[in-house]
C-alpha cells in the first residue's frame, strides 16, 4: 500500500524557514515525479515545486527564490525548504506522486498529473 507522510509544518512568523518532509512507503519512488501542491482557505489547490527523477525541478514563480525542492532517494523522502515565508503562505501542504516511473524531464504544475496524495500538513505563517 502507498504512503506518503507529510511533516515539519506549523506556526512561524514572517520572514521564518520551515522545512516540510514527505516520506513514501509502500513503492520505491526515486523513479517517480514528485511535487508539492498547497491550498489556502477558500482556494483552489496550487502547485508549489515538483522534482522528477533525473533531478530536474520546476518551482512556482510565487516561490521562486524561496522555496526549493529536494529528493533523497535512499530515503524515499522528498522535501521543500521555505524560506523567507509571507502570511500568503498559509496554507495546507500536500505531497504528490506521479502514477507510473520516470515521466517528464520537468515536472508539470497540473494536478491531474499526481495519482498518489498525502493527508497535508498545514503551514501557518503570523505576520
Known amino acids: 500500500q502507498v504512503q506518503l507522510v507529510e511533516s515539519g509544518g506549523g506556526l512561524v512568523q514572517a520572514g521564518g524557514s520551515l522545512r516540510l518532509s514527505c516520506a513514501a512507503s509502500?513503492?520505491?519512488?526515486?523513479?517517480?515525479?514528485m511535487a508539492w501542491f498547497r491550498q489556502a482557505p477558500g482556494k483552489e489547490r496550487e502547485f508549489v515545486a515538483g522534482?522528477?527523477?533525473?533531478?530536474?525541478?520546476k518551482h512556482a514563480d510565487s516561490v521562486k527564490g524561496r522555496f526549493t525542492i529536494s529528493r533523497d532517494s535512499a530515503k524515499n523522502t522528498v522535501y521543500l525548504q521555505m524560506n523567507s515565508l509571507k502570511p500568503e503562505d498559509t496554507a495546507v501542504y500536500y505531497c504528490?506522486?506521479?502514477?507510473?516511473?520516470?515521466?517528464?524531464?520537468?515536472?508539470?504544475?497540473?494536478?491531474?498529473?499526481?495519482?498518489?496524495w498525502g493527508q497535508g500538513t498545514q503551514v501557518t505563517i503570523a505576520p
Open positions: 504528490a506522486a506521479d502514477l507510473s516511473p520516470l515521466g517528464p524531464a520537468v515536472p508539470t504544475p497540473f494536478l491531474n498529473n499526481y495519482y498518489y
Open positions: 509502500g513503492r520505491t519512488f526515486s523513479r517517480y515525479v
Open positions: 522534482i522528477s527523477w533525473s533531478g530536474g525541478w
